[in-house]
């Protein structure tokens, strides 16, 4: 019986065509894969970086830079690290009275760095109210 043409199967330009367009498919799906990888390690790394900033704000409402102006703490995975310096210099408050207040205030810049596993994850600078109480009330009436 003799061997009809039209019934041979794939010859071996067909096979090379479709395994290209296999590769190319493949190479293409697995690009797009590791983009998708790489955009998620950068917004993992930016979520961790904002939750480290926000935690950061927290502490240093408890810093009072005129009697610590520089110090580190660890909290948790963070390691916060602080240096400031006087913007300008301490003068006494003033009660809603216009009287002479009970504290004396500084504005302070203040430079904050933070770190996990001594490693640098951000640092930014704050403006920061420094106090020291200085006068008693005195109920005088």
């Not at 799906?29 to 927290?58: C, F, H, K, P």
């Not at 300008?88 to 504005?107: A, H, I, M, P, R």
Request: glycine share 8%.
């Amino acid at each position: 019986m003799p061997i009809n043409s039209k019934n041979q199967g794939f010859t071996l330009l067909e096979a090379i065509v479709a395994l290209v367009l296999i590769a190319t498919t493949g190479m293409a799906l697995l690009d797009w894969v590791n983009n998708n990888l790489m955009n998620l390690n950068r917004m993992q790394a930016m979520q961790q970086r904002n939750e480290a900033i926000r935690g950061a704000l927290v502490f240093m409402d408890s810093v009072n830079p005129l009697e610590h102006p520089e110090g580190s703490q660890a909290i948790g995975i963070y390691t916060f690290t602080w240096q400031s310096q006087p913007i300008e210099s301490t003068k006494d408050g003033v009660s809603f009275t216009g009287d002479v207040g009970f504290y004396q205030l500084g504005l302070y810049d203040v430079k904050l760095i933070i770190f996990i596993d001594n490693q640098i994850i951000t640092q930014f600078n704050m403006r920061q109210v420094g106090y020291k109480q200085m006068r008693k009330p005195s109920f005088d009436f």
